[in-house]
T-cell receptor
Framework: EAAVTQSPRNKVAVTGGKVTLSCNQTNNHNNMYWYRQDTGHGLRLIHYSYGAGSTEKGDIPDGYKASRPSQENFSLILELATPSQTSVYFCASGGQGSGNTLYFGEGSRLIVV | QQKVQQSPESLIVPEGGMASLNCTSS?????YFWWYRQHSGKSPKMLMSIFSNGEKEEGRFTVHLNKASLHTSLHIRDSQPSDSALYLCAARGSALGRLHFGAGTQLIVIP
Protein backbone atom coordinates (compact mmCIF):
# COMPACT_ATOMS: atom_id res chain seq x y z
CA GLU A 1 0.00 0.00 0.00
CA ALA A 2 1.13 3.53 -0.77
CA ALA A 3 2.92 5.28 2.03
CA VAL A 4 2.00 8.91 2.64
CA THR A 5 3.40 10.67 5.67
CA GLN A 6 2.45 14.08 6.97
CA SER A 7 4.11 16.45 9.39
CA PRO A 8 3.43 17.87 11.82
CA ARG A 9 0.59 15.66 13.07
CA ASN A 10 -0.58 18.35 15.45
CA LYS A 11 0.02 22.08 15.38
CA VAL A 12 -1.17 25.08 17.35
CA ALA A 13 -0.56 28.38 15.57
CA VAL A 14 -1.31 31.99 16.37
CA THR A 15 -3.50 34.16 14.19
CA GLY A 16 -1.40 35.88 11.54
CA GLY A 17 1.42 33.39 11.81
CA LYS A 18 2.80 31.25 9.00
CA VAL A 19 2.11 27.52 8.94
CA THR A 20 3.64 24.92 6.65
CA LEU A 21 2.20 21.42 6.43
CA SER A 22 4.44 18.87 4.73
CA CYS A 23 3.63 15.67 2.90
CA ASN A 24 5.89 12.93 1.56
CA GLN A 25 4.91 9.93 -0.56
CA THR A 26 7.13 7.02 -1.50
CA ASN A 27 5.10 5.34 -4.26
CA ASN A 28 6.07 7.55 -7.16
CA HIS A 29 2.51 8.78 -7.74
CA ASN A 30 2.21 11.70 -10.11
CA ASN A 31 -0.80 13.30 -8.41
CA MET A 32 -0.89 14.73 -4.92
CA TYR A 33 -3.71 16.52 -3.13
CA TRP A 34 -4.42 18.58 -0.03
CA TYR A 35 -7.88 18.31 1.54
CA ARG A 36 -9.36 19.71 4.69
CA GLN A 37 -12.04 17.91 6.65
CA ASP A 38 -14.66 19.65 8.76
CA THR A 39 -17.80 18.18 10.25
CA GLY A 40 -20.67 18.33 7.79
CA HIS A 41 -18.45 19.11 4.79
CA GLY A 42 -16.63 15.89 4.11
CA LEU A 43 -13.30 16.37 2.34
CA ARG A 44 -12.82 19.61 0.45
CA LEU A 45 -10.00 20.02 -2.05
CA ILE A 46 -7.61 22.92 -1.44
CA HIS A 47 -4.75 22.42 -3.91
CA TYR A 48 -3.45 19.57 -6.01
CA SER A 49 -0.53 18.76 -8.26
CA TYR A 50 0.07 16.62 -11.33
CA GLY A 51 3.82 16.42 -10.82
CA ALA A 52 6.95 18.20 -9.67
CA GLY A 53 6.77 21.92 -10.26
CA SER A 54 3.01 22.02 -10.84
CA THR A 55 0.27 23.20 -8.52
CA GLU A 56 -3.43 23.70 -9.27
CA LYS A 57 -6.20 25.38 -7.31
CA GLY A 58 -8.88 23.17 -5.89
CA ASP A 59 -12.34 24.14 -4.70
CA ILE A 60 -11.31 26.23 -1.66
CA PRO A 61 -7.82 27.67 -2.36
CA ASP A 62 -8.24 31.10 -0.75
CA GLY A 63 -5.75 31.67 2.06
CA TYR A 64 -3.57 28.72 1.03
CA LYS A 65 -0.53 28.22 -1.18
CA ALA A 66 1.02 24.96 -2.31
CA SER A 67 4.46 23.87 -3.38
CA ARG A 68 5.58 20.67 -5.19
CA PRO A 69 9.39 20.79 -5.33
CA SER A 70 9.76 17.10 -6.16
CA GLN A 71 7.76 13.99 -7.05
CA GLU A 72 7.78 12.94 -3.40
CA ASN A 73 6.98 16.17 -1.58
CA PHE A 74 3.96 18.45 -1.54
CA SER A 75 3.55 21.27 0.99
CA LEU A 76 0.58 23.37 2.01
CA ILE A 77 1.39 26.89 3.20
CA LEU A 78 -0.79 29.20 5.25
CA GLU A 79 0.96 32.60 5.03
CA LEU A 80 -1.37 34.35 7.47
CA ALA A 81 -3.25 31.77 9.51
CA THR A 82 -6.78 32.57 10.66
CA PRO A 83 -9.05 30.78 13.18
CA SER A 84 -11.31 29.69 10.27
CA GLN A 85 -8.43 27.53 9.06
CA THR A 86 -8.65 25.39 12.18
CA SER A 87 -9.28 21.94 10.75
CA VAL A 88 -7.86 18.52 10.01
CA TYR A 89 -5.77 18.50 6.84
CA PHE A 90 -5.20 15.38 4.77
CA CYS A 91 -2.62 14.87 2.08
CA ALA A 92 -3.24 12.19 -0.54
CA SER A 93 -1.44 10.73 -3.52
CA GLY A 94 -2.73 8.78 -6.49
CA GLY A 95 -1.90 7.63 -10.00
CA GLN A 96 -3.60 8.81 -13.17
CA GLY A 97 -6.16 7.02 -15.27
CA SER A 98 -9.09 4.81 -14.32
CA GLY A 99 -7.44 3.50 -11.19
CA ASN A 100 -7.01 6.85 -9.52
CA THR A 101 -7.52 5.55 -6.01
CA LEU A 102 -6.25 8.01 -3.43
CA TYR A 103 -3.97 7.02 -0.58
CA PHE A 104 -4.22 9.34 2.39
CA GLY A 105 -1.76 10.36 5.05
CA GLU A 106 -2.79 10.19 8.70
CA GLY A 107 -3.79 13.84 8.84
CA SER A 108 -2.52 17.03 10.45
CA ARG A 109 -4.69 18.64 13.09
CA LEU A 110 -4.25 22.43 13.03
CA ILE A 111 -5.64 24.77 15.64
CA VAL A 112 -5.31 28.51 15.05
CA VAL A 113 -5.81 30.61 18.17
CA GLN B 1 -23.53 23.42 -3.39
CA GLN B 2 -21.97 20.00 -3.03
CA LYS B 3 -21.63 17.98 -6.21
CA VAL B 4 -21.90 14.72 -4.29
CA GLN B 5 -24.85 14.16 -1.96
CA GLN B 6 -24.92 11.33 0.54
CA SER B 7 -27.81 9.97 2.58
CA PRO B 8 -28.60 9.34 5.28
CA GLU B 9 -26.30 11.56 7.37
CA SER B 10 -26.24 8.92 10.06
CA LEU B 11 -27.41 5.35 10.35
CA ILE B 12 -27.74 3.00 13.30
CA VAL B 13 -28.06 -0.72 12.64
CA PRO B 14 -27.95 -3.73 14.98
CA GLU B 15 -25.09 -6.18 14.77
CA GLY B 16 -25.85 -8.70 12.04
CA GLY B 17 -28.15 -6.29 10.21
CA MET B 18 -28.00 -4.73 6.76
CA ALA B 19 -26.72 -1.17 6.26
CA SER B 20 -27.61 0.69 3.06
CA LEU B 21 -25.90 3.94 2.14
CA ASN B 22 -26.69 6.19 -0.82
CA CYS B 23 -24.73 8.62 -2.98
CA THR B 24 -25.73 10.78 -5.95
CA SER B 25 -23.64 13.10 -8.11
CA SER B 26 -24.92 16.22 -9.85
CA UNK B 27 -22.02 16.19 -12.34
CA UNK B 28 -23.15 14.62 -15.64
CA UNK B 29 -19.50 13.94 -16.58
CA UNK B 30 -18.89 11.54 -13.69
CA UNK B 31 -17.27 8.31 -14.87
CA TYR B 32 -16.07 6.67 -11.63
CA PHE B 33 -17.24 6.32 -8.04
CA TRP B 34 -15.37 5.28 -4.94
CA TRP B 35 -16.46 4.41 -1.41
CA TYR B 36 -13.98 5.24 1.35
CA ARG B 37 -14.23 4.23 5.00
CA GLN B 38 -12.83 6.38 7.78
CA HIS B 39 -12.65 5.12 11.35
CA SER B 40 -12.68 7.72 14.09
CA GLY B 41 -9.36 9.55 14.32
CA LYS B 42 -7.96 7.78 11.26
CA SER B 43 -7.51 8.59 7.60
CA PRO B 44 -9.93 7.55 4.84
CA LYS B 45 -9.15 4.23 3.14
CA MET B 46 -10.61 3.04 -0.12
CA LEU B 47 -13.22 0.36 0.33
CA MET B 48 -14.62 -0.23 -3.15
CA SER B 49 -14.79 1.43 -6.54
CA ILE B 50 -17.18 1.06 -9.47
CA PHE B 51 -17.46 2.49 -12.97
CA SER B 52 -19.80 0.07 -14.78
CA ASN B 53 -23.55 -0.17 -14.44
CA GLY B 54 -24.64 -2.96 -12.19
CA GLU B 55 -23.33 -4.56 -9.07
CA LYS B 56 -19.98 -5.42 -7.55
CA GLU B 57 -19.57 -7.64 -4.50
CA GLU B 58 -16.60 -8.11 -2.20
CA GLY B 59 -17.31 -10.22 0.85
CA ARG B 60 -20.01 -8.57 2.96
CA PHE B 61 -19.91 -5.39 0.86
CA THR B 62 -21.93 -4.79 -2.32
CA VAL B 63 -21.88 -1.66 -4.45
CA HIS B 64 -24.54 -0.78 -7.03
CA LEU B 65 -24.23 1.83 -9.76
CA ASN B 66 -26.87 3.37 -12.01
CA LYS B 67 -24.98 5.64 -14.40
CA ALA B 68 -28.16 7.10 -15.92
CA SER B 69 -29.18 8.52 -12.54
CA LEU B 70 -25.58 8.98 -11.32
CA HIS B 71 -26.52 7.07 -8.20
CA THR B 72 -24.45 4.57 -6.30
CA SER B 73 -25.25 2.66 -3.14
CA LEU B 74 -23.21 0.64 -0.68
CA HIS B 75 -24.77 -2.28 1.18
CA ILE B 76 -23.14 -3.97 4.13
CA ARG B 77 -24.67 -7.26 5.19
CA ASP B 78 -24.07 -8.95 8.54
CA SER B 79 -22.86 -5.62 9.92
CA GLN B 80 -20.22 -5.77 12.64
CA PRO B 81 -19.32 -3.22 15.34
CA SER B 82 -15.98 -2.81 13.55
CA ASP B 83 -17.92 -1.45 10.56
CA SER B 84 -18.82 1.62 12.63
CA ALA B 85 -17.18 4.48 10.75
CA LEU B 86 -17.72 7.45 8.46
CA TYR B 87 -18.39 6.30 4.89
CA LEU B 88 -17.39 8.77 2.20
CA CYS B 89 -18.52 8.63 -1.41
CA ALA B 90 -16.27 10.17 -4.07
CA ALA B 91 -16.98 10.87 -7.73
CA ARG B 92 -14.64 11.78 -10.57
CA GLY B 93 -15.64 13.87 -13.58
CA SER B 94 -13.05 12.59 -16.08
CA ALA B 95 -9.91 10.46 -16.30
CA LEU B 96 -7.78 13.40 -15.21
CA GLY B 97 -10.48 14.99 -13.11
CA ARG B 98 -10.47 15.72 -9.43
CA LEU B 99 -12.39 13.64 -6.98
CA HIS B 100 -15.30 15.32 -5.23
CA PHE B 101 -16.34 13.90 -1.89
CA GLY B 102 -19.70 13.87 -0.21
CA ALA B 103 -20.16 14.85 3.44
CA GLY B 104 -20.37 11.20 4.46
CA THR B 105 -22.68 8.82 6.28
CA GLN B 106 -21.85 8.03 9.90
CA LEU B 107 -22.61 4.35 10.47
CA ILE B 108 -23.01 2.99 13.99
CA VAL B 109 -23.39 -0.75 14.50
CA ILE B 110 -24.77 -1.63 17.91
CA PRO B 111 -23.78 -4.98 19.46
Amino acid sequence: EAAVTQSPRNKVAVTGGKVTLSCNQTNNHNNMYWYRQDTGHGLRLIHYSYGAGSTEKGDIPDGYKASRPSQENFSLILELATPSQTSVYFCASGGQGSGNTLYFGEGSRLIVV
Amino acid sequence: QQKVQQSPESLIVPEGGMASLNCTSSDRNVDYFWWYRQHSGKSPKMLMSIFSNGEKEEGRFTVHLNKASLHTSLHIRDSQPSDSALYLCAARGSALGRLHFGAGTQLIVIP
